[in-house]
């Protein structure tokens, strides 16, 4: 007998996300994506300065700031034709390069890894063992029988206390788990490092953009924070040698746990290599430039996009061919099309569903916050996974050398990509390459100090009244959850028009005019649900994308009130 069932909110993830499945023979044969709240930031831009925008997206998130920034002012650089300095390059690539490696390790211990690691179990583990499968994976230096002991002591005491907080609602227990005790007892431990981990390698944004979140250092034609080795306030020697230091951190966490780990708990759930492979359409912007020449030649994450898992064949990307979907959403265009480019899109906020308490959505109807982008006309997936296959596929020499070392390890063809472990494989290749390459931009940077170049910033183009009348760019960035775009529309010196198209809005999207589903919608078909009253699959599958609705949309209340009002001096 088939069953309906709706899991609300998903947890351990940015914003708000529902998820309502149909389920007959213990399997999903129908999933609806649904996020539960407004975005607007859209509209608060129109008629605002262009320059000033990379400050008020960033605000779409608290997690996703930086990303955004990169976006909108790519936007505005590409409106207005304007060419960076190379240190603006360089400080750019390490700032987005540290917040991939820090956000990837966060999602797979801290917002991905209960879906597979049961702590309770970790408390009947032997420290002994689990010592002993520390030490066989890895040489990671916190790897003793005593240091696991005092790990499981303090889980022990944790527990003891009875308020386990966000721990409290877990599946413990469920059959789904499939790890060992040690092992879990393993990943609890580091689970627990990369909360301290995190805190010290995110100090390279403070460093290099005066605060996190929300960095303060990016600007319109370059970056604010001066490149001088003779000054104590700008970007000198000292400063690249603690950033340097705090990337070496980073890149051993990566190398001696975050991968170890990830090769030791995929084997127990090789299944998940043929579970959640979704719509098979992969796109990617592209990003992390290696020189400062004009265009996307250079950009070491290339450009591109796959289409029906076709690795033969990756296309190069057109934005132009990019569309936004609403006929499932709750927004509506003014002239009633079904889709519109970025370019000429609206958010106007519509909302036909039913008022809480529900017990589920219209889901015949519109059913989500979140729009649909398409591209030619098909539902894509963004992300580490898109990423790291167009790089494999394209001939990038690191991602192939990594990913084929992962799928050796694990014994798995290319074709286990496609899956909820295959994604979750892709993020641990991606953050490895850009912990690698970091460090080289770090050099770069200082080789061009030492050598006198210390521009950052190109302000040929900063006065409006150079700017032509009319004006229109598109602003791309490889988040760390995938392909962010920002299109701006200027108009006599001010924003005409400003759309983002985020990660999450091209994963979480509902069906669209044609009936095609989003990937997340697409990549529960199939699933199997143990038991449906702790549908733990459901949540395998749809954090492997990593959500952050936050993004995609923003609050308002379900009656469609408002709840605050905000002075912008």
């Not at 290339?302 to 033969?312: F, N, Q, T, W, Y």
């Amino acid at each position: 007998m088939a069953k309906k069932i709706a899991v609300d909110p998903i947890t351990r993830i940015e914003g708000h996300l529902r998820i309502e499945a149909q389920i007959e023979g213990g399997k999903i044969v129908d999933a609806w994506s649904s996020s539960t709240a407004f975005r607007g930031i859209e509209t608060i831009l129109k008629g605002r300065d262009p320059r000033d925008a990379h400050h008020f997206v960033q605000r779409f998130c608290g997690v996703c700031t930086t990303v955004h920034s990169m976006a909108s002012i790519r936007a505005v650089e590409d409106a207005l034709k304007i060419q960076i300095p190379d240190n603006a390059r360089l400080i750019r690539n390490i700032i987005m390069g540290i917040q991939n490696v820090q956000d990837h390790v966060i999602h797979f211990y801290h917002l991905h890894a209960l879906d597979w690691v049961d702590i309770v179990s970790a408390l009947s583990a032997d420290p002994k063992k689990t010592a002993q499968i520390a030490q066989s994976i890895s040489d990671y230096p916190k790897s003793s029988a005593t240091y696991f002991k005092g790990i499981q002591d303090r889980v022990k005491a944790f527990v003891g206390t009875g308020r386990l907080g966000p721990f409290a609602n877990a599946y413990w227990g469920h059959k789904a788990y499939k790890l060992p005790p040690e092992a879990n007892l393993m990943a609890v431990a580091h689970y627990l490092e990369a909360l301290e981990w995190q805190k010290d390698v995110i100090k390279i944004h403070a460093i290099l953009g005066s605060k996190n979140p929300h960095p303060q250092t990016f600007l319109v034609g370059g970056m604010s924070m001066p490149v001088d080795p003779d000054s104590q306030n700008a970007i000198n020697a000292d400063k690249l040698a603690l950033i340097t230091k705090l990337l070496k951190k980073a890149r051993a966490f990566v190398e001696q746990v975050y991968i170890p780990d990830l090769l030791a708990v995929a084997p127990a759930y090789l299944d998940w290599a043929g579970i959640g492979g979704g719509v098979g359409n992969y796109l990617c912007y592209g990003d992390f430039p290696m020189d400062n020449s004009p265009g996307t030649g250079s950009l070491y994450f290339p450009r591109g996009v796959i289409m029906g898992k076709d690795l033969a064949n990756v296309m190069e990307m057109d934005e132009t061919k990019i569309t936004e979907d609403v006929t499932r959403s709750w927004y509506q265009y003014n002239d009633g099309a079904a889709d519109k480019h970025p370019y000429d899109g609206e958010t106007n906020p519509n909302y036909t569903g039913p008022q809480p308490p529900y017990d589920f959505l219209d889901t015949d109807g519109k059913y989500s916050w979140v729009k649909s982008p398409r591209y030619m006309g098909e539902p894509m997936e963004v992300g580490p996974l898109a990423r790291v296959l167009v790089a494999y596929a394209s001939g990038n020499a690191d991602a192939k050398a990594t990913v084929d070392f992962v799928l050796g390890k694990l014994g798995a063809p290319a074709s286990a990509l496609f899956s909820t472990l295959g994604r979750t494989a892709a993020r641990g290749v991606d953050c490895l390459m850009l912990a690698q390459k970091c460090e080289l931009w770090v050099q770069q940077l200082a080789d061009n100090m030492g050598r006198g170049i210390l521009e950052v910033h190109n302000g040929e183009k900063w006065d409006p009244s150079t700017w032509p009348k009319e004006a229109q760019g598109f602003g791309y960035h490889e988040a760390p959850r995938g392909a962010l775009g920002h299109w701006i529309r200027i108009e006599d010196g001010a924003i005409k028009n400003y759309q983002a198209v985020v990660p999450s809005t091209w994963n979480a999207g509902p069906r669209d005019a044609a009936g095609k589903m989003g990937p997340y919608e697409s990549a529960l078909i199939g699933t199997p649900v143990a038991d449906e009253t702790q549908p733990l699959e459901i949540l395998r599958t749809i954090h492997s994308f990593d959500p952050c609705l936050a993004c995609a949309v923003h609050v308002l209340d379900g009656r469609g009130n408002e709840i605050i009002k905000v002075r912008a001096l």
